[in-house]
Protein backbone atom coordinates (compact mmCIF):
# COMPACT_ATOMS: atom_id res chain seq x y z
CA UNK A 1 0.00 0.00 0.00
CA UNK A 2 1.55 3.83 -0.75
CA UNK A 3 2.17 6.00 1.94
CA UNK A 4 -0.14 8.95 2.87
CA UNK A 5 1.60 11.62 1.21
CA UNK A 6 2.96 9.48 -1.34
CA UNK A 7 -0.87 8.42 -2.18
CA UNK A 8 -1.91 12.20 -2.45
CA UNK A 9 0.99 13.13 -4.99
CA UNK A 10 -0.20 10.24 -7.14
CA UNK A 11 -4.37 11.34 -6.91
CA UNK A 12 -2.85 14.89 -7.89
CA UNK A 13 -1.05 13.99 -10.96
CA UNK A 14 -3.97 11.67 -11.87
CA UNK A 15 -6.42 14.47 -11.66
CA UNK A 16 -4.35 17.05 -12.92
CA UNK A 17 -4.10 14.75 -15.82
CA UNK A 18 -7.18 13.38 -16.51
CA UNK A 19 -8.84 16.89 -16.45
CA UNK A 20 -6.21 18.47 -18.56
CA UNK A 21 -6.47 15.86 -21.39
CA UNK A 22 -10.26 16.59 -21.27
CA UNK A 23 -9.32 20.02 -21.65
CA UNK A 24 -7.11 19.15 -24.44
CA UNK A 25 -9.75 17.54 -26.14
CA UNK A 26 -11.90 20.41 -25.68
CA UNK A 27 -9.48 22.37 -27.71
CA UNK A 28 -8.98 20.00 -30.30
CA UNK A 29 -12.64 19.64 -30.66
CA UNK A 30 -13.20 23.27 -30.95
CA UNK A 31 -10.08 22.86 -33.93
CA UNK A 32 -11.73 19.93 -35.63
CA UNK A 33 -14.76 21.55 -35.53
CA UNK A 34 -13.79 24.50 -37.28
CA UNK A 35 -11.55 22.99 -39.38
CA UNK A 36 -14.86 21.10 -40.80
CA UNK A 37 -17.62 24.15 -41.06
CA UNK A 38 -15.02 27.50 -41.88
CA UNK A 39 -15.28 29.39 -45.61
CA UNK A 40 -11.61 30.56 -44.36
CA UNK A 41 -8.76 28.57 -46.51
CA UNK A 42 -5.71 29.82 -44.28
CA UNK A 43 -7.48 29.87 -41.07
CA UNK A 44 -8.36 25.82 -42.01
CA UNK A 45 -5.29 25.36 -43.34
CA UNK A 46 -3.76 26.77 -40.00
CA UNK A 47 -6.05 24.36 -37.76
CA UNK A 48 -4.43 20.51 -38.60
CA UNK A 49 -1.36 21.39 -37.58
CA UNK A 50 -2.14 23.15 -34.13
CA UNK A 51 -3.88 20.20 -34.20
CA UNK A 52 -0.95 17.54 -34.36
CA UNK A 53 0.40 19.59 -31.81
CA UNK A 54 -2.28 19.77 -29.49
CA UNK A 55 -2.31 15.80 -29.93
CA UNK A 56 1.26 14.97 -29.84
CA UNK A 57 2.33 17.32 -27.16
CA UNK A 58 -0.46 17.79 -24.72
CA UNK A 59 -3.22 14.93 -25.38
CA UNK A 60 -1.03 11.85 -26.14
CA UNK A 61 1.37 12.59 -22.74
CA UNK A 62 -1.12 12.90 -20.65
CA UNK A 63 -3.29 10.16 -21.60
CA UNK A 64 -0.52 7.70 -21.10
CA UNK A 65 0.23 9.40 -17.72
CA UNK A 66 -3.67 9.56 -16.66
CA UNK A 67 -3.71 5.52 -17.62
CA UNK A 68 -0.01 4.71 -15.61
CA UNK A 69 -1.11 7.22 -12.71
CA UNK A 70 -4.22 5.77 -12.29
CA UNK A 71 -3.62 2.07 -12.41
CA UNK A 72 -0.61 2.96 -9.80
CA UNK A 73 -3.61 4.84 -7.43
CA UNK A 74 -6.07 2.02 -7.96
CA UNK A 75 -3.33 -0.98 -7.10
CA UNK A 76 -1.47 0.83 -4.09
CA UNK A 77 -4.69 1.98 -2.67
CA UNK A 78 -7.51 -0.47 -0.47
CA UNK A 79 -9.80 0.62 -4.23
CA UNK A 80 -7.61 -2.57 -6.10
CA UNK A 81 -7.93 -2.14 -9.89
CA UNK A 82 -10.96 -4.89 -10.20
CA UNK A 83 -12.72 -4.64 -6.40
CA UNK A 84 -15.51 -1.95 -7.46
CA UNK A 85 -17.25 -1.33 -10.45
CA UNK A 86 -16.46 2.39 -10.82
CA UNK A 87 -12.74 1.57 -10.87
CA UNK A 88 -13.06 -1.32 -13.51
CA UNK A 89 -15.53 0.71 -15.81
CA UNK A 90 -13.00 3.94 -15.66
CA UNK A 91 -9.83 1.71 -16.33
CA UNK A 92 -11.87 0.17 -19.58
CA UNK A 93 -12.86 3.30 -20.82
CA UNK A 94 -8.97 4.90 -20.34
CA UNK A 95 -7.91 2.14 -22.40
CA UNK A 96 -10.78 2.52 -24.87
CA UNK A 97 -9.60 6.36 -25.27
CA UNK A 98 -5.74 5.32 -25.71
CA UNK A 99 -6.98 2.98 -28.23
CA UNK A 100 -9.03 5.19 -30.43
CA UNK A 101 -6.39 8.07 -30.17
CA UNK A 102 -3.76 5.46 -31.24
CA UNK A 103 -6.05 4.98 -34.56
CA UNK A 104 -6.14 8.69 -35.02
CA UNK A 105 -2.76 9.83 -35.50
CA UNK A 106 -2.33 8.70 -38.30
CA UNK A 107 -4.81 10.35 -40.16
CA UNK A 108 -4.12 14.02 -37.79
CA UNK A 109 -0.32 13.48 -38.97
CA UNK A 110 -1.76 13.33 -42.80
CA UNK A 111 -3.86 15.96 -42.22
CA UNK A 112 -1.27 18.08 -41.08
CA UNK A 113 0.85 17.67 -43.88
CA UNK A 114 -1.79 18.49 -46.45
CA UNK A 115 -2.22 21.35 -44.82
CA UNK A 116 0.90 22.32 -44.61
CA UNK A 117 1.71 21.57 -48.32
CA UNK A 118 -1.86 23.41 -49.61
CA UNK A 119 -3.03 19.57 -50.51
CA UNK A 120 -6.91 19.90 -48.18
CA UNK A 121 -9.41 19.68 -50.89
CA UNK A 122 -10.64 16.38 -51.92
CA UNK A 123 -13.65 13.68 -50.74
CA UNK A 124 -11.19 11.82 -48.79
CA UNK A 125 -10.00 14.69 -46.97
CA UNK A 126 -13.43 15.62 -45.97
CA UNK A 127 -13.90 12.21 -44.81
CA UNK A 128 -11.03 12.03 -42.27
CA UNK A 129 -12.01 15.78 -41.33
CA UNK A 130 -15.04 14.80 -40.08
CA UNK A 131 -13.60 11.55 -38.81
CA UNK A 132 -11.67 13.41 -36.37
CA UNK A 133 -14.58 15.56 -35.06
CA UNK A 134 -16.67 12.76 -34.04
CA UNK A 135 -13.52 10.69 -32.53
CA UNK A 136 -12.98 14.12 -30.62
CA UNK A 137 -16.88 13.99 -29.68
CA UNK A 138 -17.44 10.88 -28.44
CA UNK A 139 -13.63 11.23 -26.84
CA UNK A 140 -14.76 14.05 -24.55
CA UNK A 141 -17.88 12.28 -23.62
CA UNK A 142 -16.31 9.13 -22.34
CA UNK A 143 -13.46 11.53 -20.50
CA UNK A 144 -16.54 13.61 -18.88
CA UNK A 145 -18.11 9.91 -17.65
CA UNK A 146 -14.74 9.22 -16.28
CA UNK A 147 -14.73 12.33 -14.17
CA UNK A 148 -18.15 11.81 -12.74
CA UNK A 149 -17.28 8.25 -11.61
CA UNK A 150 -14.30 9.36 -9.63
CA UNK A 151 -15.77 12.25 -8.05
CA UNK A 152 -19.51 10.20 -7.18
CA UNK A 153 -17.59 6.66 -7.05
CA UNK A 154 -20.82 4.58 -7.34
CA UNK A 155 -21.00 2.12 -4.41
CA UNK A 156 -20.85 -1.65 -6.03
CA UNK A 157 -18.23 -4.37 -5.87
CA UNK A 158 -17.27 -7.08 -8.57
CA UNK A 159 -17.61 -10.23 -7.65
CA UNK A 160 -14.05 -10.31 -7.43
CA UNK A 161 -14.53 -7.92 -4.96
CA UNK A 162 -16.69 -9.52 -3.05
CA UNK A 163 -14.82 -12.78 -3.13
CA UNK A 164 -11.78 -10.15 -1.64
CA UNK A 165 -14.20 -9.20 1.13
CA UNK A 166 -15.05 -12.14 2.19
CA UNK A 167 -11.74 -13.60 2.67
CA UNK A 168 -10.69 -11.00 4.28
CA UNK A 169 -13.77 -11.32 6.50
CA UNK A 170 -12.87 -14.79 7.53
CA UNK A 171 -8.78 -13.84 8.73
CA UNK B 1 -19.42 -15.32 9.49
CA UNK B 2 -22.15 -15.71 6.27
CA UNK B 3 -20.69 -14.47 3.07
CA UNK B 4 -22.67 -11.49 1.40
CA UNK B 5 -23.54 -11.39 -2.20
CA UNK B 6 -24.56 -9.01 -4.04
CA UNK B 7 -26.34 -8.67 -7.53
CA UNK B 8 -24.47 -6.37 -10.09
CA UNK B 9 -26.28 -2.62 -9.13
CA UNK B 10 -28.40 -0.95 -11.37
CA UNK B 11 -26.11 1.96 -12.53
CA UNK B 12 -24.14 -0.75 -13.93
CA UNK B 13 -26.47 -2.30 -15.72
CA UNK B 14 -27.61 0.87 -16.69
CA UNK B 15 -24.37 1.68 -18.30
CA UNK B 16 -24.03 -1.58 -19.96
CA UNK B 17 -27.03 -1.28 -21.45
CA UNK B 18 -26.44 2.49 -22.88
CA UNK B 19 -22.63 0.97 -24.16
CA UNK B 20 -24.53 -2.52 -25.96
CA UNK B 21 -26.68 0.23 -27.72
CA UNK B 22 -24.32 2.36 -28.57
CA UNK B 23 -22.18 -0.48 -29.78
CA UNK B 24 -25.06 -1.46 -32.11
CA UNK B 25 -25.35 1.64 -33.80
CA UNK B 26 -21.68 1.89 -34.39
CA UNK B 27 -21.96 -1.63 -35.82
CA UNK B 28 -24.86 -0.44 -38.13
CA UNK B 29 -22.69 2.29 -39.31
CA UNK B 30 -19.97 0.61 -40.02
CA UNK B 31 -21.79 -2.36 -41.26
CA UNK B 32 -24.12 -0.29 -43.16
CA UNK B 33 -21.32 2.30 -44.85
CA UNK B 34 -23.42 4.97 -43.28
CA UNK B 35 -20.27 6.71 -42.32
CA UNK B 36 -18.32 6.13 -45.00
CA UNK B 37 -15.55 3.92 -45.77
CA UNK B 38 -14.23 2.30 -42.34
CA UNK B 39 -11.58 -0.54 -40.99
CA UNK B 40 -7.82 0.20 -40.65
CA UNK B 41 -7.20 2.18 -44.22
CA UNK B 42 -9.50 5.15 -43.22
CA UNK B 43 -7.17 5.91 -40.73
CA UNK B 44 -4.39 5.71 -43.18
CA UNK B 45 -3.59 8.40 -45.94
CA UNK B 46 -5.82 8.30 -48.74
CA UNK B 47 -2.60 8.43 -50.97
CA UNK B 48 -1.06 5.18 -48.86
CA UNK B 49 -3.94 3.33 -49.58
CA UNK B 50 -3.57 3.78 -53.34
CA UNK B 51 0.36 2.83 -53.49
CA UNK B 52 -1.13 -0.38 -51.49
CA UNK B 53 -3.32 -1.29 -54.28
Given amino acids: MLSPP ?7 AHVACSVGTMGAVAAFLALA ?8 ASLVAAVYPAMRLITWVVIVPLVLASLLSGVMQALGTQW ?8 LIKLVLNVLVVGVLALQLNGIDYLADAAAHGRLEGVAHGSVRLSLVVHAAGGFVVLLTATILSVYKPRGLTRHGQRMRNTERHR | ?9 RWVKLLAIFALVLALVVAIVVIGGIGGEHGPSRHLPPDATERGR
Fill in chain 1, 80 to 87: GLLRHYWV
Fill in chain 1, 6 to 12: MRRALLT
Fill in chain 2, 1 to 9: MVDVTEGMP
Fill in chain 1, 33 to 40: ITGVVSAD
